[in-house]
């Protein structure tokens, strides 16, 4: 039994550079060629690859809120985190202390443009506690013994996770691997009056404690872990029975 137990776990960290990597993100030229360069029914030019390398502006995002917020100013991101292919790729974050903060101007709750969902996280021990931080005060801290994700409330009502949902896409810039900007799309993605530009809610998660901040791709490893745990069974079967 152990050695197969031992496969299973290398198996799983030989796969999980193969379904998600960080990619440079580039210029964006609002062509829709990979997620985050979305055209953004806000306002052309407006979409999370524009502002978070800077090069959204006020002058092509007159309907963004909050006004006078563009150019946005902070930290440019480089990179994307995606499938490998340059789509979607669900994720979870690895344990530790984190902190969560608004970028430079955004309005609470991080909304730049849309309907102020809420969101917030979930830890993967207790997936059905979804802590809300669009109602505290950020900057805010907390500790994960384990895995954790995103949620946020969609338009239509539902509640979206990043263990699964496309509504999600993370930023970071190559010098600070241990901060991502979180961007957020508040309309299911794929539904009519889905622009999925990723910039309905932006905000800022750091790795607090030294460690490493840990993106788990999902639900890659867990269907991958699941299909380990098949062959498992299936193993311990056939020796019953022999």
Known sequence: MKPLVMSLAAAL????PLTAQWTAIGTPANDGGQFW?????????????YIVTGSALTANCGSQRPVGWLPYAGLVQ???WNSGSGGFQP???GGGAYSFSLLPGTLDGGDVAGQNRDWGYFELATPLTLVNLNTLALPTNHFFAGAWGLWMSLTNGTIARSTADNQFALFRNTGYPNEVIAGMEDIYTG?????????DALFRITREDGGT???????ATMTLLATG????????RRRKTR
């Open 13 to 16: 960290v030989v796969a999980t």
């Open 37 to 49: 360069d979305n055209w953004s029914d806000d306002g052309q030019f407006c979409n999370s690859g």
């Open 78 to 80: 480089t990179e994307y």
């Open 91 to 93: 994720f979870l974050f």
């Open 191 to 199: 539904a009519p009056g889905s622009d999925a530009d990723y910039q």
């Open 213 to 219: 901040l840990e993106i788990v791709p999902e639900p």
């Open 229 to 236: 745990l098949v062959g498992l069974a299936t193993a311990s």
